[in-house]
């Protein structure tokens, strides 16, 4: 299977939402945040999970050969 050297729109958001969690996490650790802040930014937290789990089940029904995509 020939490997994509340029990222796709799909990628680079994927990329931007880890970045986002990323950000959101460190934000709960260094800075006291409201109760109801965090509460938002705990559902979309969720929610992005959600999404990423999502996107790896699409990319092992996608797969060749699914053992080895597992096995990566």
């Known amino acids: 299977?020939?490997?994509?050297?340029?990222s796709s729109p799909y990628q680079i958001f994927m990329l931007g939402l880890c970045f986002y969690v990323l950000?959101?996490?460190?934000?709960?650790?260094?800075?006291?945040?409201s109760e109801n802040t965090i509460a938002i930014l705990d559902?979309?937290?969720t929610a992005i999970c959600i999404a990423f789990f999502l996107d790896f089940i699409r990319s092992v029904?996608?797969?060749?050969n699914r053992p080895k995509y597992l096995l990566q």
């Open 1 to 6: 299977m020939p490997r994509q050297t340029t």
């Open 23 to 33: 950000a959101t996490l460190a934000a709960q650790t260094v800075f006291q945040l």
């Open 43 to 45: 559902t979309a937290d």
């Open 61 to 64: 029904i996608k797969a060749e």
